[in-house]
């Protein structure tokens, strides 16, 4: 196994759940499970166990770049438009982001 991910790696989880169910998982199931993979998450940052919050971390990760590939987005690309926007933003003196006068807003349509 290749320490390196290829989101596509990602969508099988998708087309394992259509495999079982029959069909891709609606917007509320896909919503569902990303609840799920966030109490896991929460229940991992309680056990104050770093290894189990990376698995976890990596399960929502999943499921949440899965559901965009089984919709049928480029969701790399819009991944590092979104990285590129938020790097326009700024920091406040309280060290809170937000957009300034030199934020670019990313332009999701052509990645659907």
């Not at 320490?3 to 029959?22: C, I, N, P, R």
């Not at 499921?63 to 938020?86: E, K």
Request: one cysteine or more.
């Amino acid at each position: 196994m290749s320490d390196t991910f290829s989101l596509t790696e990602s969508g099988m989880v998708h087309q394992f759940f259509m495999a079982k169910m029959g069909h891709y998982p609606t917007s509320r199931e896909a919503l569902d499970r990303m609840f799920e993979e966030d109490d896991e998450f929460l229940g991992a940052l309680e056990d104050d166990n770093p290894a189990h919050e990376l698995k976890e971390l990596c399960d929502k990760i999943n499921t949440t770049i899965g559901y965009g590939l089984a919709r049928g987005w480029n969701v790399d690309g819009a991944f590092r438009a979104v990285h590129q926007s938020n790097m326009t933003k700024q920091f406040t003196p309280e060290g809170k982001v937000q957009k300034g006068e030199n934020y670019v807003e990313p332009d999701m349509e052509k990645y659907l």
